[in-house]
């Protein structure tokens, strides 16, 4: 029952603002009387807490590992993209309702969402600045590539759509393209020798992929 009150608490918590949302509310969603949810929650911050209780903290832990393996800065960064796709895919109901509720969260959940984006954006500007020392990325001020991965990552909420004909592979290639087109050294881009000519190969499976869904959808609708 606690998982049917937190799904719930999530879904009105998205529709209406945490503010605008009462226990009362939540009782009536799950049918039960505001008395009998008591005996789960206390309180509605406790609800609240409930639900993103240790989420931010743990979804940082994998940028942490892969900051930490013995991999180049370029693979590194594949994998970041990759990964932050594929928990805003996955988990993307709490984070679109920290970014749109962040001020109304309790203030430990609230300052534990704030410290998890700030740890994610510092590895990411650590990894670029691995790859600029090494002269694999342009010296391109790490902040502002930085603001463009995560931006483009973290707002994938407002238009990805889990039916539609851009699977989340496919996206992850198409994002992987542009970045390091825009961050590698002219002669290092993605289109030469080595392991970025296998990048260009990848993105350009990519986007016949997204072609092909495309067109499926569409003889599909006929």
């Given amino acids: 029952m606690r998982r049917e009150i937190r799904d719930a608490a999530a879904r009105l918590f998205q529709l209406r603002g945490i503010n605008s949302v009462t226990l009362h509310d939540v009782a009536a969603e799950v049918g039960l009387s505001k008395a009998a949810l008591y005996h789960y929650f206390d309180t509605k911050d ?19 590992e892969i900051a930490e393996a013995t991999l180049g800065p370029e693979s590194k960064l594949r994998r970041i993209i990759a990964l932050r796709i594929e928990q805003m895919v996955s988990d993307t109901d709490l984070f679109v309702l920290s970014m749109q509720e962040e001020s109304s969260l309790p203030a430990g959940v609230r300052e534990e969402f704030r410290q998890s ?106």
């Fill in 117 to 222: 984006k700030r740890d994610a954006d510092h590895i990411v500007r650590q990894i670029i600045e691995e790859g600029q020392a090494s002269g694999v990325f342009t010296p391109i001020d790490s902040h502002l590539i930085e603001f463009a991965i995560m931006g483009m990552c973290n707002w994938l909420w407002k238009w990805y759509d889990p039916n539609g004909v851009q699977s989340p592979a496919a996206i992850t290639e198409a994002f992987i393209e542009i970045i390091l087109r825009g961050i590698c050294p002219a002669a290092e881009r993605p289109g030469r020798n080595g392991e970025n000519g296998r990048l260009n190969v990848a993105g350009h499976l990519a986007a016949i992929r997204v072609h092909m869904q495309a067109l499926e959808h569409a003889l599909t609708d006929q």
């Fill in 46 to 64: 406790d609800l609240v807490r409930h639900i993103f209780s240790g989420w931010a903290d743990a979804s940082v832990v994998p940028f942490r």
